[in-house]
């Protein structure tokens, strides 16, 4: 069992940058491949970035890749999504998840979700 928290979503003009922190409490970090989805209002939940459980292996939606980088730090059991060029199609709730092990990219993969942080990206 593990419990995640989302923090450092706010309103940020397009081309600006945000860095988001997912807080893990419960069980060994390490144990666990992280990700980052977002859910836009009225879409279905969406991958934007997984990592591996030593940060080694990262993979990226195509709509991010090259403007986000997903990292993490299992000596504070924290995973981060660094948001650079940030598009009004980028706004979204923003949610952490985990899964034991080996990374997905798939939604339905994911059992522990945090409880999601607002992005707007004004125009």
């Known amino acids: 069992q593990v419990h995640l928290l989302e923090s450092g979503g706010g309103l940020v003009q397009a081309g600006g940058s945000l860095r988001l922190s997912c807080a893990a409490s419960g069980d060994t970090f390490n144990r666990y491949a992280m990700a980052w989805f977002r859910q836009a209002p009225g879409l279905e939940r969406e991958f934007v970035a997984v990592i591996s459980q030593n940060g080694g292996s990262t993979v990226y939606a195509a709509s991010v890749k090259g403007r986000f980088t997903i990292s993490r730090d299992n000596a504070k059991n924290t995973v981060y999504l660094q948001m650079n060029s940030l598009k009004p199609e980028d706004t979204a709730v923003y949610y952490c998840?985990?899964?034991?092990?080996?990374?997905?990219?798939?939604?339905?993969?994911?059992?522990?979700w945090g409880q999601g942080t607002q992005v707007t990206v004004s125009s």
């Open positions: 998840a985990a899964r034991p092990y080996a990374m997905n990219t798939a939604r339905t993969a994911y059992s522990y």
